[in-house]
């Protein structure tokens, strides 16, 4: 049986016309907000890849398929469902597909289904990494080697700050990923705009990050890039932040379960600031991701792609 990624039909258009296409991920539909407002989220951040000239192909596994492109009825059913959908990472989209469960996909599971598609663009909040404590749980996110291995560019406002960004960092480096800084010398820490670890460039434009793309692309082949926005407005969190860890860690929380328990304890002792700051990141990096996309799609008529 071979079983390969269904292409929403605008996808496939743009796909085969060279065309520029964003992928956007269903974990925060689900998972990242509460009370359903991932919905107005992901809408939001599509409608903002639309006005930047992109096609938008938000990912998700829905009744036995995978599927890239989703219906506002789909996404719908992702924000209802809430924490009840899987949260699926690249590991898990076979195991989903096959039992027909409503998946809604981390940035790793999008990342492998862009593999399979042939999408070089990707936008989202926040990644995942190498998680406060490592050295004890061994917990470090599938985005990372996902990333290392995609020839892909995500979009984002750093790693997610729950976690450990310098040891992210760090990993970054090993696994050969450049950390681009969209017009910032420091890797933001998602809900702060600054604070984080030298990037390994900084970038002035979208053509200018397109261009560095399609040469990292010739030369390393399928390794990925992370360009990190900072968000606008930020929000010093830490110690927020450092407390809801610790109380996940109390209740003994592990694995693709700590992140969302985190946000949401977060959300909660935050007064809803972090869901605001949240918000508004996803759509700009969606946006700047399809600014990228745009620009990497131009390229070819300007003979550097």
């Known amino acids: 049986m ?14 085969r016309d060279g065309g520029a296409v964003v992928a956007l991920e269903t974990t925060l539909v689900s998972h990242g907000f509460p009370g359903g407002q991932g919905l107005g989220v992901a ?48 590991r898990d989209l076979a195991a989903c597909a096959v039992q027909g469960a409503l998946g809604a996909t981390t ?28 050295a004890q749980s061994l917990d470090i996110s599938s985005d990372l080697p996902q990333l290392a291995r995609t020839a892909a560019m995500v979009v984002s406002s750093g790693a997610k700050s729950i976690l450990d960004v ?42 200018e990050a397109a261009r560095i793309a399609a040469l990292h692309w010739q030369l390393n082949g399928t390794s990925g890039l992370l360009l990190a926005r900072p968000p606008d407005p930020a929000v010093d969190l830490e110690e927020i932040i450092a407390e809801a860890v610790g109380r996940v860690r109390e209740r003994g929380v592990t694995g693709q379960a700590v992140t969302p328990a ?7 002792l935050s007064g809803g600031r972090s869901v605001e700051v949240n918000r508004l990141l996803i759509a700009d990096n969606a946006a700047l991701a399809a600014e990228v996309a745009v620009a990497h799609s131009g390229g070819a008529a300007a003979g550097w792609r």
């Open 2 to 15: 071979t079983v390969t990624p269904v292409l929403a039909g605008e996808v496939a258009a743009a796909l």
């Open 43 to 90: 809408l939001a951040a599509e409608a903002r890849v639309r006005a930047a000239g992109a096609v938008p192909a938000t990912v998700g596994v829905v009744d036995g398929a995978v599927r890239a492109g989703l219906t506002g009825a789909e996404l719908e059913r992702f924000a209802t469902a809430g924490e009840s959908a899987r949260k699926v990472g690249a």
């Open 107 to 134: 940035v790793g599971g999008t990342l492998a289904v862009c593999r399979a598609t042939g999408i070089h663009f990707l936008g989202t909040g926040g990644t995942g990494g190498v998680h406060r404590d490592f």
């Open 166 to 207: 310098p040891a992210t960092a760090e990993l970054l480096e090993t696994l050969g990923v450049p950390v681009l800084g969209w017009r910032t010398p420091a890797l933001p820490l998602f809900y702060s705009a600054g604070g984080g670890p030298p990037v390994s460039a900084v970038v002035a434009s979208a053509v």
């Open 262 to 268: 985190v946000l949401s304890l977060v959300h909660e």
